[in-house]
Nanobody, 116 residues
Framework: QGQLVESGGGLVQPGGSLRLSCAVS????????MSWYRQAPGKQRELVAD???????NYADFAQDRFTISRDNAKNTVYLQMHSLKPEDTAVYYC??????????WGQGTQVTVSS
């Protein structure tokens, strides 16, 4: 079992919604930030959204108004709620965590496919 385990990906029609989850191992502590990245075929991995220990959030332009990042501290889980999905949102979505002392973790990725 990895230290970051994503779930919730799948096939959805254009205009649909998905919620991705990333369960963070309890061995990872003192988290500075939790983020979602994505990588489409033939493209570089790109940031989708961050949520910081302060609670503040940051979104890529394409995610603004359609995606929401949130976290449940009790469950040590970060979520990405996605609405109004478009075919161009098709990608592997990765969870990313940075600890305060700089250690970085990546999840294994979860496929999101938006297609009719």
């Amino acid at each position: 079992q990895g230290q970051l385990v994503e779930s919730g990906g799948g096939l959805v029609q254009p205009g649909g919604s998905l919620r991705l989850s990333c369960a963070v191992s309890s061995s990872i502590s003192s988290i500075y930030s939790m983020s979602w990245y994505r990588q489409a075929p033939g493209k570089q991995r790109e940031l989708v959204a961050d949520i910081f220990s302060s609670g503040s959030t940051n979104y890529a332009d394409f995610a603004q108004d359609r995606f929401t990042i949130s976290r449940d501290n009790a469950k040590n889980t970060v979520y990405l709620q996605m609405h109004s999905l478009k075919p161009e949102d098709t990608a592997v979505y990765y969870c990313h965590v940075i600890e305060r002392h700089g250690q970085i973790y990546w999840g294994q990725g979860t496929q999101v496919t938006v297609s009719s």
